[in-house]
């Protein structure tokens, strides 16, 4: 089945200590996203990605990182850095044109305890 | 800056009736397009419906159609014959050619259909 699957679906972190999610894609496309969900809040961009080794900051990029050496691979880091890292994180992806749909991954939940 | 404004926070249908969904969005850019997503309780985002600003003629897939008004910068959704399963959120989402690739989203509204 082609889609989009991400890893762990729920995390748990210690305060400083940095932790990385996962997101892994077999729809052959260019493009990949993170985005962060908190409650009552639509979906905000963390970084994408256009192609393998590039990547650009969203809106909210601050206490994150990511890395694109496989297209069929965006994985996310959220540092220490981050203040409030608590949320939902959902990662999707597109074709190459750019107003191509974007499909979602199933999501992770990140707890910081 | 392009904003996307869903202004019902919360509705409810009763199932089998029809239920339409508020969005409206403001951009300068004339090349755009209009998504509806649905988050059931699962939280997986799935595209209901997409619509290219340049057709005039509105998106329909099976139950679900939008509504949209160009010029008024408004793109509902109806949902006829509810079902059960169509509880969740809905958010809608604006995607233009020009800036970076995000997707801007409204806060969206929550449906619950009551049997």
């Known amino acids: 089945d082609g889609g989009i699957t991400q890893s762990p679906k729920y995390l748990f972190r210690k305060e400083g200590q940095n932790v990385t999610l996962s997101c892994e894609q077999n729809l052959n496309h260019d493009a990949m996203y993170w985005y962060r969900q908190d409650p009552g809040q639509g979906l905000r961009l963390i970084y994408y990605s256009q192609i393998v080794n590039d990547f650009q900051k969203g809106d909210i990029a601050e206490g994150y990182s990511v890395s694109r050496e496989k297209k069929e691979s965006f994985p996310l880091t959220v540092t220490s850095a981050q203040k409030n890292p608590t949320a939902f994180y959902l990662c999707a992806s597109s074709g190459q044109f750019r107003l191509d749909t974007q499909y979602f991954g199933p999501g992770t939940r990140l707890t910081v305890l | 800056a392009q904003t996307v404004t869903q202004s019902q926070p919360e509705m409810s249908v009763q199932e089998a009736e029809t239920v339409t969904l508020s969005c409206t969005y403001d951009?300068?850019?004339?090349?755009?397009?209009l998504f509806w997503y649905k988050q059931p309780p699962s939280r997986q985002m799935i595209l209901v419906i997409r619509q290219e600003a340049y057709k005039q003629q509105n998106a329909t897939e099976n139950r679900f159609s939008v509504n949209f008004q160009k010029a008024a910068k408004s793109f509902s959704l109806k949902i006829s014959d509810s079902q059960l399963g169509d509880t969740a959120m809905y958010f809608c989402a604006l995607k233009y050619q020009g800036g970076s690739e995000k997707l801007v989203f409204g806060k969206g509204t929550k449906l619950t259909v009551n049997p």
């Open positions: 951009t300068s850019e004339n090349n755009y397009y």
